[in-house]
């Protein structure tokens, strides 16, 4: 079975630049969370979709991020324009239902360097 | 969302016994207690999930206390390949709650594991 795919592995941009992080979760996954980790923390869940619909979005800076899940599948996460503290690694994660008894899988993650 | 509260770091040799402990003294009757660890360099991996009776896995086994209130992950022979954060949360598997499916890092406990 495949795993989440996510790409670009590094990125890295000038402060105020734009940049669009892509995710490929397992097929047939219905939910799928992007995820911030900044380094020596835990993730920090940005945005939670089940099939193309938001379930929770409320940790997701609006003013420079957005998220869509087109079709319920492939997800994109953008941010516009980026700023120093945007230096994370964010990682992608899906899973069959948010139920109880599946769980989430993660990809390797995109690390982006904001300069 | 329910908090859980980990050390934040344990110390162990390679091939003895580990328990890593997690309260959470605030867990509703929908949560479940779910396990996960990160290796270094990695997204997060699934380990071990319960709600009541204790569940044993290829990887791990969970032992959960009577009241709930509290869980301990368990690494029968730890190798240096356990080496990583991992993290205890719960997860409400309550369908159509806020909070479904949710899946909230802490700061987790770093495992050293010594040759």
């Known amino acids: 079975e495949a795993g989440v795919a996510q790409s670009p592995r590094y990125k890295i941009i000038e402060k105020r630049q734009s940049v669009a992080f892509w995710c490929n979760p397992i097929?047939?996954?219905?939910?799928l969370y992007w995820y911030q980790q900044i380094l020596g923390q835990g993730p920090k869940l940005l945005i939670q979709?089940?099939?193309?619909?938001?379930?929770?979005d409320s940790q997701l800076p609006k003013d420079r991020f957005s998220a869509e899940r087109l079709k319920g599948v492939d997800s994109t996460l953008k941010i516009q324009p980026a700023k120093l503290e945007d230096s994370a690694v964010y990682l992608c994660?899906?899973?069959?239902?948010?139920?109880?008894?599946?769980?989430?899988?993660f990809g390797q993650g995109t690390r982006l360097t904001v300069v | 969302d329910a908090k859980t509260t980990q050390p934040n770091s344990m110390e162990s040799n390679e091939e003895e016994p580990v328990h890593l402990p997690c309260n959470h003294s605030?867990?509703?009757?929908?949560?479940?207690i779910h396990w996960y660890r990160q290796l270094p360099s990695q997204g997060p991996e699934y380990v071990i999930h319960?709600?009541?009776s204790n569940v044993n896995n290829r990887m791990a086994s969970l032992a959960i206390a009577e009241d709930r209130k509290s869980s301990t992950l368990i690494l029968h022979r730890a190798t240096l390949r356990d080496a990583a954060v991992y993290y205890c949360?719960?997860?409400?598997?309550?369908?159509?709650?806020?909070?479904?499916?949710?899946?909230?890092f802490g700061q987790g406990t770093i495992l050293t594991v010594h040759p």
């Open positions: 994660a899906s899973s069959l239902d948010p139920g109880m008894n599946t769980e989430a899988f």
């Open positions: 097929s047939g996954h219905a939910t």
């Open positions: 319960g709600l009541t």
């Open positions: 979709f089940q099939n193309n619909g938001v379930v929770d």
């Open positions: 949360i719960l997860r409400d598997g309550l369908a159509g709650g806020t909070s479904y499916g949710k899946l909230t």
């Open positions: 605030t867990i509703s009757g929908t949560d479940y």
